[in-house]
């Protein structure tokens, strides 16, 4: 049994309750995570505080030398980090040792030498004599809430950008995968970091949440999550008129022409529907495929999604691992039924394939087999939801028209995916989408320099090099005439 602690100025410190958290591949309780007060959150405030006039005043070369010190030390625990993660969220270790950590280092790597070629502004006014030019300042004590999906990759995608504009953190990752963030707290310490720079508050979005929204001297929030508890943090943060980087659902839609590469773009769509369980913002679960192809497609993609093995995260051939919850698992079912009732159909997956083959340690997980779904009005539910779960709905469409506005007509605007062999097609409509982030024959090649957000109730704000940077930033004019 793993017991979490707070991690504020620098120390761990426990509460007086705490939460249950499941491994959800078994079932069974493997941490105790700590239920943080108001109490709790305005002591890591204070900590945050203190801390930020040595930490702004340091110079961003030796802001620098510490995350590269943390990056390091990422990658000396990077297969205990990687367990941890897949045991704590469900995913493949694979997936864990792949993606998850890796890019967790390579969050700080990345931020720690953005802010050494940061330049300003400046501009000359000989009529006036004049020369105006521009600096930042880090905005104060920064919040930040991260999701489950993504714990350690997310949460310091976060983290980075604002400690090296120099802020204060204090940051809650999701009460549900905690581990990774705890075990990070002790990363920071042995790299050096100053007390209060980061702190780690665990616990609910209702209580520990909510006093880091309603905070006065939290400057800014960043959130990764739902739109719904998006929606909540904008009313209760508007009392103090705090900056706000909002990355919220998505209902991504993947477009494919006739003249695509179908076997690229069948091995490329099975992953962005089912990577994570289908548990990534920026998965495809909408596919628009165009009518002259659609029976071939359908029935190419359904036999790979067959071949993908459900199963331990621990097992080398496991693709889906275990969804996060219990209550996750019976909410993305119930999606499916809701999709029969609708009168869609199951190619593949759940209702259809039969009980899943587990062994006797995993029976008790959370596991679904990935589904696939056809004749769906675009109006249903699942056509206009985020399921975030292993279930995709397939579609025939016939001109460039109609299946714009098909995929346009949801109120999300995360990301879409487009496929076409044809240029000119795909700098026609790109622009057309509503969405944040369009990837034309490819999914989720990321270019941290360019910017990552949403459009609608996907989200407001960017992150990327220059925006995080921004955002954690005051950019003030100076004016001197001489």
């Given amino acids: 049994m793993i017991e979490i602690q707070n991690f504020i100025d620098g120390k761990f410190t426990s509460t007086e309750t705490y939460i249950d958290s499941f491994n959800p591949s078994t079932g ?23 801390a930020m006039p040595a930490w702004q005043a340091l110079s961003p070369k030796n802001r620098s030398d510490i995350m590269l010190k943390i990056a390091s030390l990422i990658d000396s625990r990077f297969n205990e980090l990687a367990a941890a993660e897949s045991n704590d969220q469900g995913k493949p270790l694979w997936l864990s040792k792949a993606v998850d950590i890796p890019r967790a280092a390579h969050n700080f790597r990345f931020f720690a030498t953005a802010i050494l070629h940061q330049m300003n502004e400046s501009t000359q006014q000989p009529e006036f004599n004049a020369i105006n030019y521009t600096v930042r ?23 980075a950008p604002a400690i090296a504009a120099g ?16 075990m990070l707290c002790s990363i920071l310490n042995e790299a050096g970091l100053p007390a209060g720079v980061i702190n780690m508050v665990f616990g609910t979005g209702k ?27 904008q009313e209760k943060s508007s009392a103090h008129v705090k900056k706000l ?10 477009i494919i022409f006739a003249d695509a590469d179908i076997e690229k ?6 992953r962005s529907a089912f990577a994570n369980q289908g548990e990534i913002c920026l998965c495809t679960s909408r596919l628009f495929v165009q009518k002259e192809i659609y029976e071939e497609f359908c029935t190419k993609y359904v036999d790979q999604v067959r071949q993908l093995k459900v199963g331990p995260p621990d097992d080398p051939d496991t693709k889906v691992g275990a969804l996060v919850s219990k209550q996750h698992l019976e909410k993305v079912k119930g999606y499916v039924a809701q999709a029969v009732k609708d009168g869609g159909i199951i190619l593949c997956g759940e209702t259809t394939d039969g009980a899943l083959d587990l062994p006797d340690a995993n029976k008790e997980g959370y596991f679904m087999r990935p589904t696939v779904i056809c004749n769906l009005d675009d109006s249903t539910k699942c056509m206009q939801e985020e399921i975030f ?4 709905c397939i579609s025939p469409f016939t001109t460039e028209e109609e299946v714009i506005g098909r995929a346009n007509n949801v109120s999300y605007g995360l990301s879409a995916t487009l496929w076409s062999n044809d240029v000119s097609k795909i700098h026609r409509i790109a622009p057309k989408l509503q969405a944040g982030t369009i990837w034309c024959n490819c999914w989720l090649v990321r270019d ?10 996907s989200g407001i704000g960017r992150e990327s090099q220059h925006e995080s940077l921004e955002f954690y930033s005051e950019q003030k004019n100076i004016c001197i005439q001489f």
């Avoid at 204090?170 to 009460?175: L, N, R, T």
């Avoid at 909510?210 to 998006?230: C, M, N, Q, R, Y």
């Avoid at 773009?265 to 099975?270: A, L």
Wanted: aromatic share 6%; with cysteine.
């Fill in 137 to 159: 300042t880090p905005c104060g004590v920064a919040g930040q809430i991260t999701p489950w999906n993504l714990p350690l990759y997310l949460l310091t995608f976060k983290l």
């Fill in 448 to 457: 941290l320099r360019m910017p990552f957000g949403g459009l609608k109730m």
């Fill in 245 to 254: 980087s909002l990355e919220l659902g998505g209902k991504n839609a993947g």
């Fill in 167 to 182: 802020c204060c953190v204090v940051a809650k990752p999701s009460e549900m995968t905690s581990v990774t963030a705890w």
């Fill in 207 to 233: 209580d520990a949440g909510s006093a880091i929204v309603e905070h006065s001297d939290v400057k800014l929030i960043s959130f990764t999550g739902s739109t719904p508890v998006g929606k909540l943090i």
């Fill in 389 to 392: 779960g292993p279930v995709v």
């Fill in 28 to 50: 069974q309780v493997h941490a105790q995570v700590p239920n943080s007060t108001a109490q709790d959150v305005d002591l890591a405030v204070k900590a945050a505080e203190k």
């Fill in 265 to 270: 773009c069948i091995s490329t769509s099975v």
